[in-house]
């Protein structure tokens, strides 16, 4: 004899987890649509906000809960941040030498 299938749908037990992104929201998956990228921000801006040390715990943290494609944003966002900051930092030592620009560029090679 063969047995008869049932005709109901087995409907598996989802888990609900919380949104990693802190809003606190019941989801199936990691996040809520959208929610990946604001995490990503956020996780940008407390970057930018820390000291050295500080940066690397949250960019460790970043690559453990974004997706390849955001930690790419990531880094990228990070890395125009730094040469940002490099780039105003040069500009602010220049214009610290004797007012002229010319002169304090000559000066650096002696």
């Given at each position: 004899?063969?047995?008869k ?16 992104c802190g809003c ?9 649509p ?19 040390p500080q ?7 970043a690559?453990q ?11 990228a ?8 900051a ?6 602010a030592?220049q214009?610290r030498?004797?007012?002229?620009p ?5 000066d650096?090679?002696?």
């Amino acid at each position: 004899m063969t047995k008869k299938r049932s005709t109901q749908p087995t409907t598996e037990a989802s888990t609900v987890a919380h949104c990693l992104c802190g809003c606190g929201q019941e989801v199936t998956r990691r996040y809520k649509p959208g929610h990946d990228a604001r995490h990503a921000s956020a996780l940008f801006r407390e970057w930018e906000a820390a000291s050295a040390p500080q940066r690397v715990m949250v960019a460790e943290r970043a690559s453990q809960v974004l997706s390849p494609a955001l930690m790419a944003k990531f880094r990228a966002s990070a890395a125009r941040a730094q040469a940002k900051a490099e780039a105003q930092a040069w500009a602010a030592n220049q214009n610290r030498g004797s007012g002229n620009p010319v002169k304090a560029v000559l000066d650096i090679g002696s």
